[in-house]
């Protein structure tokens, strides 16, 4: 009996594991990929673990409720509050994040954000930014609470 598996280049949390059925037909099994922090930080610098554990922190300020939502995916580690409004990639030595906001909304005085609405892209924000130092923080969180205010 001959199997034919199709496969796709989805960008997704799940994996996809075709099986045979009987008769020669084909089904597929979805399994559920939980990605975690560690999956994340393994690999990195003090330095980089400590400008992430920096910017996190900062970011869980933002809200009194409490109600910030973090997930690991595969690529990033994405922040909302009802829907995204941060995406956060750890890098050997920075933090590559997209802001969920227009690159004409955004007050950047300091010209950190790039717009990537029409470039690929990790993430679902269209304004592109980077952390490489904790002494950038208070720019970056800048950046980031107005993308923050926009989900409230």
């Not at 980089?48 to 595969?74: A, C, H, Q």
């Not at 690929?120 to 800048?142: A, I, R």
């Amino acid at each position: 009996m001959e199997s034919i598996f199709a496969t796709t280049n989805q960008k997704s949390s799940k994996k996809e594991k075709p099986i045979e059925v009987e008769g020669g037909s084909e089904d597929t099994e979805i399994e559920e990929v939980i990605y975690t922090l560690d999956d994340h930080l393994n690999g990195k610098s003090e330095e980089t673990k400590n400008l992430f554990d920096g910017l996190r922190e900062r970011i869980f300020v933002l809200s009194d409720d409490g109600d910030i939502i973090e997930k690991p995916n595969k690529i990033y580690i994405s922040y909302k509050h009802g829907k995204n409004f941060c995406e956060v990639q750890i890098q050997s030595n920075s933090l590559k994040m997209w802001l969920d906001i227009s690159y004409g909304e955004l007050d950047d005085p300091n010209k950190l954000g790039r717009d990537v609405s029409k470039v690929g892209h990790h993430g679902t924000g269209t304004v592109e930014t980077k952390l490489s130092s904790l002494s950038e923080l208070d720019v970056v969180m800048y950046l980031i609470e107005q993308s923050y205010k926009q989900t409230v």
